[in-house]
């Protein structure tokens, strides 16, 4: 049962444009929720969270939107550069609860 | 350098064979998590430890089983490996003293090849 979804397994933008990483969750009772960007060989690192009583959290380059209503978050990177190549996870944390959910990951690519 | 180690980074063994991995979490962090990434698919929690005790179990088969040193290092034993137990396994430790909010850190993961 896959709790957090990442129905795109890659994205591919031009440098400098935006990019959009999408990421849809079935259980209401997540109260945070996570992007954690992972390169080759390497384990995946935080990148940025919103908690549930946001819709909306920026850091830098990054931002994250969460519409609660659909069950959906977004992950904005704007501008893409190519040091942004990466497979990025979305995640989940019930609160209360230990453990992380991830998605399966999106590959973006950045085109110089 | 997210300050937790995985030994060992690569690993090739024989169907029905066992094999442990470990992990050292950063300095000071009490809490170690085991992560199991397969080919095209998230990482799925296997086990939670904190200062020694299991806290938390997630889709663990009964033939792997981990545990918490004193020393906070932990182990995940793999046995009567399959050709389906091929898989990345990633550790991670939580900062201590904060709430929990998601934020991990992950070691490089530990690559398990099963012929």
């Known amino acids: 049962d896959q709790q957090v979804k990442q129905n795109s397994p890659s994205l591919s933008v031009q440098e400098g444009r935006i990019s959009i990483l999408n990421c849809d969750y079935t259980?209401?009772?997540?109260?945070?929720f996570l992007w954690y960007k992972k390169y080759p060989a390497e384990g995946p690192t935080f990148l940025i969270s919103?908690?549930?009583?946001?819709d909306k959290n920026e850091d830098g380059r990054f931002t994250v939107f969460l519409n609660k209503s659909a069950k959906h978050l977004s992950l904005h990177i704007v501008p893409s550069q190519p040091g942004d190549s990466a497979v990025y996870f979305c995640?989940?944390?019930?609160?209360?609860?230990?453990?992380?959910?991830f998605g399966t990951g999106t590959r973006l690519t950045v085109i110089p | 350098d997210s300050g937790v180690t995985q030994t060992p980074k690569h690993l090739i063994t024989a169907t029905g064979q066992r094999v442990t991995l470990r992990c050292s979490p950063r300095?000071?962090?009490?809490?170690v998590y085991w992560y199991q990434q397969s080919l095209d698919q998230g990482l799925q929690f296997l086990i939670q430890?904190?200062?020694?005790?299991?806290?938390a179990k997630g889709n663990i088969l009964e033939r792997f089983s981990a545990q918490q040193f004193p020393d906070l290092h932990s182990e995940l034993n793999l046995s009567s490996l399959e050709l389906g137990d091929s898989a990345l396994y990633f550790c991670?430790?939580?900062?201590?003293?904060?709430?929990?909010?998601?934020?991990?850190?992950f070691g490089e993961g530990s690559r398990l090849t099963v012929l």
């Open positions: 430890y904190y200062n020694g005790e299991e806290r």
């Open positions: 995640a989940a944390l019930k609160a209360g609860a230990n453990n992380l959910f």
């Open positions: 991670a430790s939580r900062p201590s003293g904060l709430a929990n909010t998601g934020e991990l850190f």
């Open positions: 259980n209401s009772m997540f109260d945070y």
């Open positions: 300095s000071g962090d009490l809490s």
């Open positions: 919103i908690s549930s009583i946001k």
